[in-house]
């Protein structure tokens, strides 16, 4: 305890000498909060809690304290401040309001052909988001936290002249969702560290001169278990295997079968909430491209369709859970998923990878 010969009651309006310390603050190693009796601390209370509760939130912690987490892994706040986005780089629409009102005013639309010069511009874009991508990736190992990648990633996103697709995409609060172990899609970059065995899943959207291109791709961390290893290569292998079907007269719901039945094949199952999707001008719009079997997908790929493959491949069950950040999609049982994706274009005779 410190020296409090010299030191008064922090109490308001008291002023007397203090005689005792907060001892939550000492705890907390927070200089002050001196006072000369527990009716002064105790009537003090209301306000002074806040100076914890402020530490407290300054340091790394888990901010839903009363959630049941399904799997080991846990949200690790502050998040760092929000990445700015220089002036001269061209913006979605949502980038200041997080809501993106083209895209709503597009739903229930046909999917679009796109035109020549939209196909170039879409070739543009993928091809700086998988640049982006790699840059990311070279980052990880193990010791670095996701909100150091999410800065890597930004700030190779913004030398592009590109924005950053998620950042304010319904109040996401970040460049790049980072996904590790069981979590299926979404995860919020955090301070959390990477650890030896984790796998974590990069997924990059990047906006340049009015167009969208998106992919991720799940890295192992260090030294990953066997089991860990089969499923990031069988979800690589579903989205080989679903891209090998891309050609004009496919239909979209026919890529869910060949993607589960390559799943089960190998003892994993394919998450049936989150699905591929149209992209172009719009970060999401039609079609819905969903991975597993006998769903009710509408349409019929035609050449100049452009839209993304990306199935989520689960250890266990594909149920999935929300965290309370309203974004984070965890598996229900807390074991592994991984995920790969890819924008695509339809030719006239077949399929031309873009990112």
């Excluded at 300054?58 to 760092?80: C, E, I, M, W």
């Excluded at 030896?196 to 340049?208: A, K, Q, R, S």
Aim: proline fraction near 5%; charge should be neutral; include cysteine.
């Amino acid at each position: 305890m410190a020296d409090l010969s010299q030191k008064v009651c922090q109490s308001a309006g008291c002023g007397k000498p203090a005689k005792l310390q907060c001892p939550t603050c000492l705890k907390l190693k927070i200089e002050g909060s001196y006072f000369c009796s527990q009716e002064c601390f105790k009537a003090s209370w209301a306000t002074h809690k806040a100076v914890h509760k402020a530490k407290i939130q300054s340091q790394p912690h888990d901010p839903f304290p009363n959630f049941t987490y399904t799997g080991k892994l846990r949200a690790v706040y502050p998040l760092s401040a929000t990445r700015t986005v220089p002036d001269h780089i061209e913006r979605p629409d949502y980038a200041e309001s997080s809501v993106p009102v083209s895209e709503e005013r597009a739903r229930g639309d046909a999917i679009r052909v796109l035109y020549a010069e939209e196909i170039e511009g879409m070739r543009t874009v993928c091809k700086l988001a998988r640049e982006v991508l790699d840059i990311g990736a070279a980052a990880i190992r193990p010791g670095i936290t996701t909100d150091e990648i999410d800065r890597i990633i930004h700030e190779a996103t913004i030398e592009r002249n590109c924005y950053p697709s998620p950042l304010n995409y319904y109040k996401f609060p970040k460049s790049v969702c980072t996904s590790v172990n069981e979590v299926i899609c979404h995860g919020i970059p955090d301070q959390r560290v990477l650890k030896d065995g984790d796998i974590v899943n990069l997924d990059v959207t990047c906006y340049y001169k009015g167009f969208h291109g998106d992919l991720n791709e799940t890295y192992l961390v260090g030294k990953v278990d066997e089991k860990g290893q089969k499923l990031v290569t069988t979800a690589r292998e579903c989205l080989e295997k679903a891209i090998a079907m891309v050609k004009p007269g496919v239909r979209y719901r026919d890529f869910g079968k060949v993607i589960e039945e390559h799943a089960k094949k190998n003892g994993f199952s394919v998450v049936r909430t989150f699905c591929g999707h149209g992209i172009n001008q719009l970060f999401h719009c039609a079609p819905n491209v969903p991975h597993y079997a006998n769903n009710k997908a509408v349409g019929i790929l035609k050449a100049g369709h452009v839209f993304t493959i990306e199935p989520m491949i689960c250890e266990g069950t594909w149920r999935d859970q929300l965290w309370p950040d309203n974004w984070t999609a965890v598996t229900m049982d807390g074991k592994r998923s991984a995920q790969f994706e890819h924008t695509m274009l339809v030719t006239e005779t077949g399929v031309e990878i873009l990112t």
